[in-house]
């Protein structure tokens, strides 16, 4: 016994190094497996955050490669992109209701070309007859109007802005309905003047505007804005108005066209009224 | 005996991140990847004892074997090259022994022993370890070309290192 001890003394680095060596190629010869010695594989957490301290540093090294990459894949992937193409789909969604006739249809497009910056303005949307537009119909934003279609062409329509001379749109006050008449003058595209409201009305700074059913084009209560000022020009019957406009009208990109499916009839009644008189 | 132990673990950590960071970045058409890492276990002092190289090395080896993903491999050929060490030392040794309370360095034993004792060293670890990694004699040829020429820098290295330490004006040999 005291032999054995004395030999594994004498013998110690040897024995040391079979353990170690044995240990490593046990590693070696089990890689295949390893998952059970996933301790001591790179997935271990501490080396995973070092290698991602590092390769955040070589990244650098390839950022004109990597960069390179990028600009090809986009320009791959703008190409399939839905906006490379003339959706000729017809973008509605009809609502079938037995206790309620369907007046107002919503059709989403694209918002093309805008201006903001001109005296007059007009935007394009990507649909055009073939989704359904008409002249004269009301287009809005989520938060707000945006102006009636003008010229239609199959795939392409032209929209009269509410910044524009020759728009003017019947507006009220919500809280009161006291209606007027709105129309923007020029200058900052996010205010709009709005008058024929008399001085009697009682009015503040922050009224809802909204529209109105008068023209036959928009819904009601479609938001237009709130009144930034409220001034009284002396010897004056009516208010002079500023609207700050809800809608940001310098970077729409997606509007609603609204068709009114009982224009004609409103319109038709209207006009067999005045011609009668 | 306390500064050949922290100057000594200091070079352990930065070999480590010298390896792990920069030379297994070095990769030349596949074949050459140089391991100055080694260069740990060949700069110990003579009188480090037998089982401490071998612990101290198979720790630095695993540690590789962690970042490297390659159980095992590392390892192997350095705990193989700590073991067999004190055979290749005992090979170039001077007539009357080795000075005590040095190194093997070049700086000690001058240029001509300290390319010998290296050239042997970096063979020795570098043909275990691409031999395990290949893992077959098919590729003999391939393995050994990788084994010359991945040597021969590491060797270049190992030289660097040597004049990096020990300005050349100092050198006594």
């Not at chain 1, 680095?13 to 240990?23: A, D, H, Q």
């Not at chain 1, 990028?70 to 973008?91: G, K, M, P, Q």
């Not at chain 1, 009284?232 to 700050?244: A, E, I, M, Q």
Request: aromatic share 14%.
């Amino acid at each position: 016994m005291r032999n054995l001890v004395v030999f594994f003394y004498r013998n110690v680095n040897l024995f040391v190094f079979i353990i170690l060596e044995g240990f490593c190629l046990f590693l070696l010869y089990s890689r295949n497996h390893y998952q059970k010695a996933a301790f001591i594989s790179s997935s271990n957490r501490i080396a995973g955050d070092i290698f991602t301290t590092v390769n955040s540093m070589q990244e650098y090294f390839h950022l004109k490669e990597t960069n390179e990459n990028l600009a090809i894949e986009n320009a791959t992937l703008r190409n399939l992109l839905r906006s490379a193409y003339h959706a000729v789909d017809l973008r509605e969604k009809i609502v079938n209701d037995t206790s309620y006739h369907m007046q107002y249809r919503y059709i989403t497009a694209m918002v093309i070309n805008n201006s903001v910056n001109r005296r007059n303005n007009f935007l394009t949307l990507g649909v055009g007859s073939l989704q359904g537009i008409k002249p004269e119909m009301a287009v809005i934003t989520s938060n707000g109007i945006v102006g009636i279609t003008k010229d239609v062409s199959p795939h392409y329509t032209s929209v009269l802005s509410i910044l524009n001379k020759e728009a003017r749109i019947s507006a009220k006050i919500k809280k009161n309905n006291y209606f007027g008449s709105l129309y923007w003058e020029g200058g900052d595209y996010r205010m709009a003047t709005l008058s024929d409201i008399p001085t009697h009305v009682p009015l503040a700074v922050g009224d809802t505007v909204t529209t109105n059913t008068f023209s036959a084009i928009f819904p009601d209560n479609i938001l237009i804005g709130t009144l930034s000022s409220v001034k009284v020009k002396p010897g004056d019957n009516f208010y002079t108005l500023t609207v700050r406009f809800s809608a940001n009208l310098k970077n729409i990109t997606h509007v609603y066209v609204i068709k009114n499916l009982l224009k004609e009839e409103q319109k038709a009644l209207e006009e067999k009224s005045q011609n009668d008189k | 005996m306390i500064s050949d132990l922290i100057s000594n673990t200091l070079r352990f950590a930065i070999l480590l991140a010298l390896q792990l960071f920069v030379f297994n970045n070095i990769q030349f058409s596949g074949y050459v990847n140089p391991m100055v890492y080694i260069l740990f276990v060949m700069m110990l002092p003579f009188e480090t004892p037998v089982w401490l190289i071998l612990f101290s090395s198979f720790l630095l080896g695993t540690l590789l074997d962690i970042f490297c993903d390659t159980p095992g491999l590392h390892g192997t050929s350095i705990v193989l090259l700590a073991f067999l060490r004190k055979f290749v030392l005992n090979l170039f040794s001077p007539r009357d022994g080795y000075e005590s309370n040095t190194s093997p360095t070049l700086y000690q034993l001058g240029f001509g022993w300290y390319i010998w004792y290296a050239s042997i060293m970096v063979l020795i670890h570098h043909l275990s370890f691409f031999m395990l990694e290949a893992h077959r004699f098919a590729e003999l040829h391939k393995t050994l070309f990788r084994t010359l020429a991945s040597g021969l820098l590491t060797l270049v290295f190992a030289l660097l290192y040597q004049y990096m330490i020990y300005r050349p004006g100092s050198a006594k040999s």
